[in-house]
């Protein structure tokens, strides 16, 4: 057996071990405000809820390991004691993972995501409509774990209003666990369903996808892309030029004529069929090619 001493190890490691060992984690899909009213939305796996008499959430942004920074969602929390806490399921993963982009100031993540801002009834953090249960919360307290990358700050929350989306319940009015269809954190890529598995979502982490507000209102209106789908197009990074596009015109004559007789729903069926195959930069091209 590997036996490790936590302090021989970097503050990476640690976590990749710890997050590997313990999971599935549920996601605090976080929506907060600063004091100028500005939204944030991001996800925390480190969440769970401890209390039901009173309601009790308690998440933690952790300081990044990486610099020793601290995000926008810890800085709201201790400035307005405010905090939507959104439930996730399947549905929503690929932008859910999109909404952890690093983005800098002013960046609204509803926007980049794609995800629907609706107002909450006692606090001023919007809820997310997609989200099958919105849990509005007062902030208790929060308390530092730690001043160095890596410590967590757990935030203590007291829900003050519950909505349910009606989708997600059963005939006795509860919540049925596989209608609702939830997902958890893993270690590394991996998230779990609760039904089905494992399945793996790339991080975007490493690159600055370009959001779900880059894709053409077209084909986010054309009702043939879902969520998920919207998710996998936004997080790329480049899209493909003019140049990429005529020559991919060039190479598929089916696409050329869809595109001279202005048949949208068919380019955008190819481009979900290639999004099916995980051909993101040719489902890119197809939908690209859509506008010329």
């Known amino acids: 057996m590997l036996s490790i001493n936590p302090t021989d190890l970097t503050p990476v490691q640690v976590q990749a071990y710890l997050q590997g060992a313990v999971g599935p984690r549920p996601i605090a899909f ?20 401890f209390s039901s008499n009173p309601p009790i959430l308690v998440f933690s942004p952790a300081r990044r390991v990486r610099n020793n920074t601290v995000k926008h969602t810890l800085l709201n929390c201790e ?27 002013g960046v609204d993540e509803f926007i980049k995501s794609g995800f629907t801002k609706l107002p909450s009834d006692v606090v001023k953090p919007f809820r997310v409509a997609e989200s099958p249960v919105q849990l509005e919360c007062k902030v208790n307290d929060i308390i530092a774990l730690g001043d160095q990358g890596g410590a967590g700050n757990m935030i203590i929350c007291e829900v003050v209003k519950i909505h349910i989306s009606e989708d997600v319940l059963d005939g006795k009015g509860g919540i049925d666990q596989h209608k609702i269809d939830l997902i958890a954190r893993m270690g590394g890529n991996w998230y779990t369903r609760a039904t089905p598995g494992m399945f793996e979502v790339e991080k975007p982490l490493t690159t600055l996808g370009i959001g779900v507000d880059a894709i053409p209102e077209n084909a986010k209106k054309s009702g043939i892309f879902a969520g998920n789908d919207l998710g996998i197009l936004g997080n790329v990074e480049v899209l493909p030029t003019t140049n990429d596009v005529e020559a991919f015109l060039n190479e598929n004559p089916e696409i050329t004529d869809w595109v001279n007789n202005n048949n949208s729903e068919l380019i955008y069926k190819k481009a979900k069929e290639f999004l099916s195959l995980n051909e993101v930069t040719l489902a890119w091209k197809t939908i690209l090619a859509a506008k010329k």
Do not use: C
């Open 30 to 49: 976080a929506s907060t405000v600063d004091e100028e009213g500005n939204p944030n939305l991001s996800p925390f796996s480190f969440f769970n809820l």
């Open 79 to 105: 400035a307005t004691k405010e905090v939507v806490v959104n439930i996730a399921n399947y549905d929503m993963v690929q932008q859910l993972s999109l909404s952890s982009t690093e983005y800098g100031d």
